[in-house]
């Protein structure tokens, strides 16, 4: 089979593999559908110098497809053949503390991640455990349990941790996949959500998906903007999908007193004033990492019994001979998602 492999300074090659066998406690899903994410852009804009300090394996972490072969030692029930599937992209001891309440990204002892650490979803296998699957509901598309297996899980996870509720007036920074996915979810919790990104035709997707306000970071200051659109007070929760320091900032800045700021976006760095900024605001700050196996699932549910859009999200479908021209794109491109669909 081929793999996308990412080679440093925005190049990929589609590399020839071997088709995985099972060792005895392995699975072999056939992917239907295998996400892009801005941390597969992240690796794919490294230059080769720091490309090379990395571990070269099969790009894609958001893989979802069906379940094929098993190896002896996994029993029907943990992985039955033809069982539409998303994978949970991270693989650990199974025994810590971490790995037991499904946080195997966590594990004490080091975790693998799956299109980083070992081979990912873009390719036509891939070769997991049976803890790593999480049953694809009918009712969703492989496409769908793509975006849910990162992108929207994390969203998913972060408004949960926020505890997003009607009460709320939610400020979103970033409406990239993760932060569009953010706006929808939470607009179905009940909360008047604020958009804010740098992007005009962002802004515009993000409205049409929800967003009760939107805020462009370029044309002034965001922090006076959310200010202005909630009487004065803040955000009563704000969350950051950039990774961008400025932008953390600025979320912590435009929550309420007593507030919440959630941080998703990975990378980089942030300076607060703590005293005025944190401490004398007595906020409440959350980092959240994707997404343990049942929260995976939860937020599958919800998706459905929600009826989110989802679909229009997923605004661009590419095949494997196409990582090239579809990588590229997205590298500038910034509306909406990619995802690789196979045959
Ligand atoms: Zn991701
Ligand atoms: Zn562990």
Redesign the pocket.
């Known amino acids: 089979m081929r793999g996308v492999v990412f080679l440093g300074d925005r190049e990929l090659e589609l590399r020839e593999f071997p088709d995985p066998e099972p060792g005895p406690r392995d699975v072999i899903v056939e992917l239907r559908a295998s996400g892009m994410c801005g941390s597969d852009l992240n690796t794919y804009r490294l230059s080769r110098e720091q490309r090379a300090t990395r571990p070269m394996h099969i790009a894609g972490h958001e893989p979802c497809g069906v379940v094929v072969a098993c190896g002896a030692g996994v029993g029907d029930d943990e992985a039955p053949i033809g069982e539409r599937v998303m994978v949970h992209h991270y693989s650990?001891?199974?025994?810590?503390r971490?790995?037991r309440i499904g946080y195997?990204q966590m594990?004490?002892?080091g975790s693998k991640v799956y299109g980083g650490s070992a081979d990912g979803g873009h390719a036509k296998y891939i070769r997991v455990f049976p803890y790593m699957l999480v049953p694809l509901p009918d009712e969703l598309t492989f496409e769908e349990g793509a975006a849910v297996s990162c992108g929207t899980g994390t969203a998913f996870l972060a408004l949960e941790r926020l505890a997003v509720s009607g009460r709320d007036t939610l400020a979103v920074y970033g409406q990239g996949p993760v932060g569009l996915s953010a706006t929808m979810l939470a607009k179905a919790m009940g909360a008047r959500v604020i958009a804010v990104d740098m992007a005009p035709e962002r802004l515009a997707l993000a409205r049409e998906l929800g967003a009760d306000e939107t805020i462009d970071a370029g044309a002034g200051d965001p922090v006076q903007a959310v200010k202005e659109l909630t009487r004065g007070d803040g955000a009563d929760a704000t969350l950051d999908c950039t990774g961008n320091p400025a932008a953390r900032a600025n979320a912590v800045k435009s929550a309420v007193d007593w507030g919440r700021v959630c941080f998703v976006g990975e990378g980089n760095t942030a300076t607060f004033d703590m005293s005025p900024d944190i401490i004398h605001k007595q906020l409440t700050l959350y980092g959240s990492w994707t997404f343990s196996t049942t929260g995976q699932a939860r937020c599958a549910r919800f998706v459905i019994d929600r009826k989110i859009p989802l679909k229009r999200l997923l605004t661009h479908r590419f095949t494997l001979d196409e990582a090239e021209p579809a990588y590229k794109l997205f590298d500038t491109q910034t509306t909406g998602k990619g995802v690789f669909v196979f045959e």
């Open positions: 650990g001891c199974g025994r810590c971490n790995c195997t594990c004490i002892h």
